[in-house]
Each structure stands twice: as C-alpha cells, then as structure tokens.
C-alpha cells in the first residue's frame, strides 16, 4: 500500500482527508462568502459513497442501492442529498459540540470549528459549494489513479504517471492542506468569518470523559468495519470512518442535551464576512 494513500475499490486514490480538502480550503480563504463546512464535505463525499458498495441486496424495488459516488450522475444523486446532510450534521450539531473537546493544537486553534454555526448562508451558496467540492474531488482522482478519466484523454498521461501522481499528490495535496489549516488558525480566520472575538483554547465539561467516549465510539466503529473486510479495504476503510461520523452525531447530541444547551446554536443572517484584517485586534490570545 503507498504511504498516505488507500487502496479503493477501483484501485488506489489520494487520500480521503486532508487530500482532498488541499483544493477547497484556499477558496474559503480567497472568497470568504462560500460555505466552507460544504466544501470540504463536497470534498469528501464521493468516498462515502464506496460504503454503499458489495452491500446485499444491490438493488431495492429496481433501486440501486450501490452508489459510485464519482460520476457525473452521483454528484446529483449521491454527493448533494448525502453532502448536505453531511454539511447540516457538521455545522448545527457536531463541531459546535464537539470542536471544544478537540485540543487547540497550537496555531492550528481547532477549537474555533465551534462558531463555525453561526454564520446562514443561503441555500444556492450550500449547493454550490458542496458542488465545488465534490467535483474537485472527482477532477482530483481523474488525474491521480491509473483508471481516471484523464489518463488516455490528456497527453502523457497514461496509467503509469498516474501511478506515481496518485503517490505524489497524496503527499503534496496533504502538506498543503496541512499548510492552508495552519494559515487559517494563525489568522483566527474562522472567528473572523463567523463574527466572534478570538479567545484562548477552552475547558468544557467532562472533557476527558467525553473525550474518552469519542475514543471507545471510534474504536468501536473500527471494530464493525473490520466485519467487513471481505468487501474490499478502502470499504473497511470508509465504512470506519462514515461509523465514527454516525459515533459523533450521537457523542454530540448527547453532549449538547447533557450541557443543558439543547436549542440552537445563534442564528444570524447570511452576511459574507471578508477578513480585512488577519485578526480581530487584542484577540491574539490562545
Ligand atoms: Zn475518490
């Protein structure tokens, strides 16, 4: 198996995370006004798709219930019903919940992903963002695996410089995302666009309570996906991972009922927030 790449069902392709998100998150940082939650679930996706694959039976009623995810059909009727649910789950219940028990990470501050649900965009800025991102993805793996639409289309591209890119770009794609989410936390770029003051890391409750719960959840969800192996690794893979997303929807709804803060997060009107400056002056804190 490459380094920082998983064997899909079709062969191997750039990573899933980090990856993926290398596209989308300048675009947030360029235009301020696009939804970042629904970029990088756009740009996620496509992959969650593969959980739905060598499931019993393939079809329902005549309805597939196999999902390829890559398409040009399944961005419509896979990666937009399935991405904004995804994108709705993130922002309304759990980084708002559970962004606090993350640790800061220095200059990363993860811990801003909580006020990431205070800012409505309108509807068409959700689907096109969630767009935007899973075809990227899909633009990202044509290039990068040796049965993608590119290879054979674009010259000199056959499957062995396909090979090696897919090698080369899940490397290169991940340090630059890696790159883009320190440049957003150095900046308090997240506070900025959701119009909150930066402040220092904070201590919620329970923190290693809830934190071990989020463990034991994820262990568990690896445990179920390694039922599973017979489908094929990059369906453990993502089957481990879309678990552990079903694992923290439940950890957040439980934390969010149990902090007495069950409700909504604060609602405003969609105002596209340019950062003009890198931080809100006197918040440099934390
Ligand atoms: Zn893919």
Redesign the pocket.
């Known amino acids: 198996m490459p380094p920082l790449a998983v064997l899909?069902h079709h062969g191997p392709?750039p990573v899933?995370f980090l990856a993926?998100q290398a596209p989308v998150l300048p675009m947030k940082r360029r235009w301020p006004g696009l939804d970042g939650v629904a970029l990088v679930a756009g740009s996620m996706v496509?992959?969650l798709a593969v959980t739905t694959l060598r499931t019993t039976p393939r079809y329902l009623a005549g309805v597939p219930l196999w999902w390829e995810?890559?398409t040009l059909a399944d961005q419509w009727n896979w990666c937009l019903p399935v991405g904004l649910v995804l994108t709705l789950l993130l922002r309304r219940l759990v980084l708002p919940a559970l962004a606090p028990y993350l640790p800061d990470a220095g200059g990363f501050h993860l811990q801003d992903l909580r006020h990431v649900g205070r800012v409505r965009y309108r509807w068409w800025v959700i689907v096109g963002s969630l767009l935007i991102g899973s075809v990227s993805?899909?633009v990202i793996?044509g290039f990068t695996h040796p049965t993608g639409w590119a290879v054979g289309v674009v010259p000199g591209l056959d499957r062995g410089v396909a090979s090696v890119l897919q090698v080369v770009a899940s490397v290169a794609l991940s340090i630059v995302a890696l790159w883009q989410m320190w440049l957003t936390g150095r900046d308090r770029s997240i506070c900025v666009w959701n119009g909150v003051e930066p402040t220092p890391p904070v201590r919620p409750v329970a923190e290693t309570a809830v934190r071990a719960v989020a463990v034991l959840l994820t262990l568990a969800a690896a445990a179920w996906a390694s039922t599973q192996t017979e489908r094929g690794s990059t369906i453990v893979v993502m089957t481990w991972f879309a678990l552990s997303l079903v694992g923290a929807v439940v950890l957040a709804g439980a934390v969010r009922v149990g902090s007495g803060v069950a409700g909504r997060s604060p609602a405003r009107p969609f105002r596209p927030v340019r950062p003009t400056r890198r931080c809100v002056p006197g918040a440099r804190s934390g």
Request: a negative charge; glycine letters at 10%.
């Open positions: 899909c392709v899933t993926h496509p992959d995810g890559h993805h899909v793996d």
